[in-house]
């Protein structure tokens, strides 16, 4: 048995120090801190169950103290029980099943105890359990928690099957830590794990396969487990091989990965998975020499430099790099401030924890349109107003709605004074029906700022001039799918939207000239603020030619990531009453009363400090994309901080400082989640096109290995007409490029190579 308690060293690798004794394993579980965190991981933020106190209960630490690829086994293992509901039932009766399932583990592990080997249980800091029970020491890791499953009939979570497997442990209260036996602390190692045959009937001849298995093989700093799960990911649906197409599928993906093995057999075989072998590592022989055979056959394939498909998984992992610099993970965001300014802590207050930076982001586009006649120097003297256009994305039905509430509140005020200027230009319109029938002009001082998604360009156009002649006062437009935005203007298409988005951000003038006396005709800076609603598929598909011109870029990207027992659940939000609207009038009093040129010494520091860190982050994860999106990200989260600080009465504050600079980093952290990957792809091929030069045919300005797509782009690029289709069979004819089945990309010949001098 063993208890060792995680830590981390100065370059973030985990560390072992072991727990000796009851009294010291109970001081560790017992902090305020300890305490303090796991409430907030129950009550309100699951994703903070990290800062928790780890253990490790399976391995012993490699000699320098470090975890990772430790392979001395100790003589206890730890087991996590994980419960979920089956995915038929309604939020009620999942929640009734979980309960009853939790509610029944300890009893039968503690009636099971002896024959167990039971060390240890403790409640987890979410839902299920963890145990320690003595190994058996002829059986695998995997066979222990198999065997110990069995033996108390319930599922162990078969992700934490690995001797390094680390706890998020919770507190030694008793109603937590359930039981615990002092044998535990027994740090001797287990004596034969690595060598014992696995548990198995299988033919006697079968042979473990360590050799195909080197988790720590990198290329360029990237485990080459990780390229080879984001291939399967890109190209097989995220599914591993197995019995049918484990032949081919291997095949392609040797052929795909030998360019960064150096060609070397033995380096394949270290990093190519087995996938003939048995989930407990064991493989015959026959199924080992024929693993062997087809990554030999994919090495005798004539080599062709780096394959297409091999680009685009390293490129995905460059953008997922970039998605790490924002301080975040792969599947989850930075997590938000546990400070928050007044205005922000009383507009989320009413929403459960995981929707909460959804919400404090999509209030700033209904707040910055209460300024008026207002600007904000930045660092570099360019003036700004406060222009904030939100664009959430989440998968349906997660509950995107939430915003709409306090956004609710925020508008009241301006709803109401728009009902009776659009009562006054109905009474107009009636008195005045026809273009020739006119009496008299309409009144210059109405004002509309709430903007419905159904508009003419001619009603826009005079929205737009009433706002700026009515005090500069901002548009504002809420639509439940990014696609309303398209029947803001008569034109209904989302380049439309797209120009008008740079337009705004930059408070540019737009509107119509008309020559007709009765023609609505006027031109003044766009003021227009929104937010937006949609899936992760469709903000794709939205925003597909506007990713690199600036537009995303401009936007204010939010997103909604439950954790697995949210995803089920009906969201239960607090109450908006008389007592929330009373709260908030404050803050926006201050809004509309602020006017003029606005500065704010401490916020214009932070954001050269933040510029800065942005340009060190986008070098250290090597990602363009990050730098791109990084230098309006840092403009929009120093306009919240000067909204911000103008609510709270023109007082800075540190936790405002802290929010500024999540609410940067998370809106990048969405942007790289749902559009790096395209930016980054463009950002290259961009590159690659300025380093031709002269005269040069389109076969030239492609790359070696190029798809249909990129080449009919590269066709628009130079103006040309038609599909072109013709012309690649040309090529084809000439033997200048072959077509690759597998891969669907087309490759330069060596004859063209040698044609042109390459």
């Given at each position: 048995m063993s208890v060792f308690e995680i830590f981390k060293g100065d370059g973030g690798a985990k560390f072992m120090r072991p727990i000796r004794n009851r009294e010291e394993y109970l001081s560790r579980r017992n902090t305020e801190k300890q305490h303090q965190t796991l409430k907030t991981v129950r009550e309100q933020d699951a994703t903070r169950k990290n800062q928790l106190v780890e253990m490790n209960y399976s391995c012993l630490p490699n000699p320098d103290g470090s975890l990772k690829g430790s392979k001395t086994a100790s003589r206890s293992v730890g087991m996590d029980i994980d419960f979920k509901a089956p995915k038929e039932l309604s939020a009620e009766e999942a929640a009734q099943w979980l309960s009853k399932q939790m509610a029944g583990v300890p009893a039968l592990v503690l009636r099971k105890k002896d024959e167990l080997g039971l060390q240890m249980l403790e409640r987890s800091a979410t839902k299920g359990y963890h145990l320690v029970f003595r190994r058996r020491e002829d059986l695998s890791q995997e066979d222990n928690l198999r065997w110990a499953s069995e033996l108390l009939g319930v599922e162990y979570d078969d992700k934490a099957k690995d001797i390094t497997r680390v706890f998020f442990t919770t507190t030694g209260d008793a109603d937590e830590l359930l039981f615990l036996d002092d044998s535990i602390f027994d740090a001797t190692p287990a004596e034969t794990l690595e060598d014992v045959a696995p548990l198995t009937t299988a033919d006697p001849v079968s042979v473990k396969t360590d050799v195909a298995n080197d988790p720590e093989a990198e290329y360029n700093g990237v485990l080459f487990k990780d390229i080879i799960a984001k291939y399967w990911e890109l190209y097989n649906d995220g599914k591993e091989p197995t019995d049918g197409d484990r032949n081919a599928l291997t095949f392609e993906l040797a052929v795909t990965i030998r360019s960064i093995c150096g060609y070397s057999l033995e380096k394949m075989l270290s990093v190519v998975p087995n996938y003939w072998a048995r989930p407990d590592g064991s493989c015959s022989q026959e199924d080992l020499a024929e693993w062997r055979k087809t990554i030999e056959n994919a090495l005798k394939e004539p080599r062709k430099g780096m394959p297409y498909r091999l680009k685009q998984v390293l490129q995905?992992?460059?953008?997922?790099?970039?998605?790490?610099?924002?301080?975040?993970?792969?599947?989850?965001?930075?997590?938000?401030?546990?400070?928050?300014?007044?205005?922000?802590?009383?507009?989320?207050?009413?929403?459960?924890?995981?929707?909460?930076?959804?919400?404090?982001?999509?209030?700033?586009?209904?707040?910055?349109?209460?300024?008026?006649?207002?600007?904000?120097?930045?660092?570099?003297?360019?003036?700004?107003?406060?222009?904030?256009?939100?664009?959430?994305?989440?998968?349906?039905?997660?509950?995107?709605?939430?915003?709409?509430?306090?956004?609710?509140?925020?508008?009241?005020?301006?709803?109401?004074?728009?009902?009776?200027?659009?009562?006054?230009?109905?009474?107009?319109?009636?008195?005045?029906?026809?273009?020739?029938?006119?009496?008299?002009?309409?009144?210059?001082?109405?004002?509309?700022?709430?903007?419905?998604?159904?508009?003419?360009?001619?009603?826009?156009?005079?929205?737009?001039?009433?706002?700026?002649?009515?005090?500069?006062?901002?548009?504002?437009?809420?639509?439940?799918?990014?696609?309303?935005?398209?029947?803001?203007?008569?034109?209904?298409?989302?380049?439309?939207?797209?120009?008008?988005?740079?337009?705004?951000?930059?408070?540019?003038?737009?509107?119509?000239?008309?020559?007709?006396?009765?023609?609505?005709?006027g031109i003044a800076p766009l003021r227009w603020n929104f937010n937006a609603s949609t899936t992760p598929p469709n903000a794709r598909k939205f925003f597909y030619k506007m990713v690199n011109d600036g537009t995303v870029s401009r936007l204010d990207v939010s997103t909604i990531i439950s954790s697995d027992e949210d995803d089920d659940a009906e969201p239960i939000l607090g109450i908006y009453d008389h007592t929330f609207a009373q709260e908030l009038k404050p803050y926006i009093d201050r809004l509309e009363a602020a006017n003029g040129l606005i500065g704010c010494a401490q916020a214009k520091r932070l954001s050269l400090e933040m510029k800065q860190e942005n340009q060190d982050a986008a070098k250290l994860y090597e990602s363009e994309a990050y730098r791109v999106?990084?230098?309006?990200?840092?403009?929009?989260?120093?306009?919240?901080?000067?909204?911000?600080?103008?609510?709270?009465?023109?007082?800075?504050?540190?936790?405002?400082?802290?929010?500024?600079?999540?609410?940067?980093?998370?809106?990048?952290?969405?942007?790289?989640?749902?559009?790096?990957?395209?930016?980054?792809?463009?950002?290259?091929?961009?590159?690659?096109?300025?380093?031709?030069?002269?005269?040069?045919?389109?076969?030239?300005?492609?790359?070696?290995?190029?798809?249909?797509?990129?080449?009919?782009?590269?066709?628009q690029q130079q103006g040309k007409s038609g599909s072109g289709d013709g012309t690649l069979r040309s090529w084809q004819n000439r033997g200048y490029i072959t077509y690759d089945e597998v891969s669907g990309c087309f490759g330069k010949t060596e004859k063209y190579k040698k044609r042109i001098g390459g």
């Open positions: 995905a992992m460059k953008s997922q790099q970039g998605v790490k610099a924002c301080g975040g993970t792969l599947t989850t965001p930075p997590p938000m401030p546990k400070k928050l300014p007044p205005l922000i802590r009383l507009l989320t207050k009413n929403v459960p924890w995981f929707y909460k930076p959804a919400v404090a982001t999509a209030v700033f586009p209904a707040l910055g349109a209460h300024l008026h006649g207002v600007k904000f120097r930045y660092w570099d003297n360019v003036e700004h107003e406060a222009t904030f256009m939100n664009v959430l994305i989440g998968r349906q039905s997660i509950g995107k709605g939430t915003i709409k509430k306090p956004i609710e509140f925020i508008m009241e005020d301006i709803k109401q004074r728009d009902i009776p200027n659009r009562q006054r230009e109905q009474e107009w319109k009636q008195k005045n029906p026809g273009a020739r029938q006119k009496k008299d002009p309409r009144p210059t001082d109405i004002c509309i700022q709430m903007l419905i998604d159904n508009l003419t360009d001619a009603v826009f156009n005079q929205r737009i001039v009433d706002a700026n002649n009515n005090g500069q006062r901002f548009l504002y437009t809420i639509v439940d799918e990014i696609e309303g935005l398209k029947k803001v203007t008569s034109k209904g298409s989302a380049d439309e939207v797209g120009l008008l988005i740079r337009k705004a951000f930059d408070n540019a003038d737009a509107g119509q000239e008309r020559v007709g006396a009765d023609s609505v005709s999106f990084s230098y309006r990200a840092n403009v929009i989260a120093w306009l919240k901080g000067m909204v911000l600080y103008v609510a709270h009465g023109c007082r800075w504050s540190r936790e405002i400082a802290d929010f500024v600079r999540w609410t940067q980093q998370y809106n990048l952290w969405c942007k790289m989640l749902y559009f790096g990957q395209q930016l980054e792809k463009e950002l290259r091929e961009e590159v690659e096109i300025q380093r031709q030069s002269g005269p040069q045919n389109l076969l030239e300005l492609l790359p070696d290995e190029f798809t249909k797509e990129q080449y009919y782009q590269m066709r």
